[in-house]
Structures are given as C-alpha cells and as structure tokens.
C-alpha cells in the first residue's frame, strides 16, 4: 500500500511537471503569434493608407484636368525657383484636395518636417517643398521640376501625418506625376510610385541609393508594395524599417 501512495504522488508530480512545462510553451507560441499578428496587422494598416493617398492624390489630378484642361498643358515651373511648387500646389491641387491645413511658404512648427531614411539617416525637407495636411490627417509635401523635355511633380507622402514613425518605407512614400516625360510619353498623366520602371529585384537590391533595401534610402519602398499586388511580403524591409526609430 505504502508503494503504491509513493507512485501515485510521482506520478502526479511527473504530471504537474509536465503541465508546467506545456503552459510555459503555450505562453511562448502566444507570445510569439502576438507579435506575428501585431505585424501583420500594422502592415495591413500602412497598404489601406498607402493605396487610400494613391487613390486621393490620382482622383485630384482627374478633378484639375476636369477644371484646367488636360495636365500637359499646364505651366509647370522648376521647383528649384522660389515658390514655383506653392503656385503648382495653389493653380492646380489646393482646390481639389480635402485640405486642413495649408503651410503655404511656412515651415517652421507644425509645417517643419524631419524624418529618417530606412538606413537611419536623419533628414529634413528643403523650403522649396510646398507642404500641407488633409483631413484625415496625412502629411503631403511637393516639389515640381520642369526642363525643355520633362515635367514632373514629386510627393512625399507620410500616411499617417507626423506621428511615429515617420520613416520611409514604414510611413512615408514617394510618388510623381508626369506632366511630360518626352523619353516615356507612356508615363504621362499617372500618379506612380518612385521606381515604378524597375523589377522587384532590382527594388530590393543594393545597387541603387533609392532601392528598398535596409541599406538604401527606401525611397522606391512604395513602388514594392504596388508591384507585389499591395502587399508587403518577404523580401521587404518591415523590419529595419521599425528598428531605425529606437
């Protein structure tokens, strides 16, 4: 009898061990589907917001064309002249976007704007950037350059204004708009992301400063995401691009 007591209290410490041990592993698997969820959904989050901004920024153009004429005609000056991006922004865009805030020429407090590249470098936009905020809160900045062949307008885009992150591939994106590309005629009139000309394994590589690459700049992070159907998947920077704000 006094046997069989002993094996029965091992056995429920073999048992309580072992319970033990599977709680400890279950927390972990949670701890670590958490995470993976938390990531999946951030990502999910910045797509929605990504592809929102594209479809706001494309149905602007459509609604000045509708009010000033076909946008190969518009005046477009370099946006290295003072003020040549805020007359662009004021004749073609301030009356087609839900705006809340324009900074006009201010960039000081809320207009000044700082953020980092996805290889941690701290940068800030130049005063020759026209800058402003829609409704929903998203933080807009724009330059135009113009030469005898080609127009184009540049976007930074931060999605979710100047809260955290602000930094590029995570929350802020780079776009232009051809007003004339007499090279590519084909890229006239669309709103495409920085580095739409190139193959994914061209974005992903090292050999251009502007790749999404987590030793670039990930200035054609956006032109990934688009390129893979709106998605971020493997081979895209989530990652570093979180890392570079600690």
């Not at 005063?127 to 905020?133: A, I, M, N, V």
């Not at 994914?200 to 200035?219: A, M, Q, V, W, Y």
């Amino acid at each position: 009898m006094k046997n069989q007591i002993q094996d029965g209290i091992r056995k429920k410490g073999a048992t309580l061990a072992e319970t033990l041990i599977t709680l400890a592993i279950l927390g972990i698997v949670f701890v670590l589907s958490a995470g993976t969820m938390i990531a999946d959904y951030k990502k999910n989050e910045t797509v929605v917001r990504l592809k929102k901004i594209y479809s706001v920024l494309s149905q602007a153009f459509l609604q000045s064309e509708v009010l000033n004429g076909t946008s190969r005609d518009w005046n477009i000056q370099d946006g290295s002249l003072e003020y040549a991006s805020n007359q662009f922004y004021n004749n073609y865009l301030s009356t087609v976007l839900a705006v809340n805030k324009d900074c006009k020429t201010d960039t000081t407090g809320e207009c000044n704007y700082e953020f980092k590249e996805l290889n941690g470098k701290q940068k800030s936009l130049s005063p020759l950037w026209t800058r402003f905020f829609l409704n929903d809160g998203t933080f807009i900045a724009i330059q135009t350059s113009s030469d005898a062949n080609n127009k184009v307008i540049y976007f930074y885009v931060d999605n979710n204004g100047k809260k955290r992150l602000n930094v590029v591939a995570r929350d802020i994106f780079l776009f232009e708009y051809w007003i004339q590309n007499n090279l590519h005629p084909e890229y006239e009139g669309k709103l495409l992301p920085l580095g739409h000309e190139f193959s994914r394994n061209e974005l992903i590589s090292d050999s251009d400063d502007n790749n999404c690459n987590s030793s670039k700049n990930g200035n054609y992070c956006g032109a990934l995401i688009m390129k893979d159907s709106w998605q971020i998947i493997n081979g895209y920077p989530w990652a570093q691009a979180r890392y570079v704000v600690q």
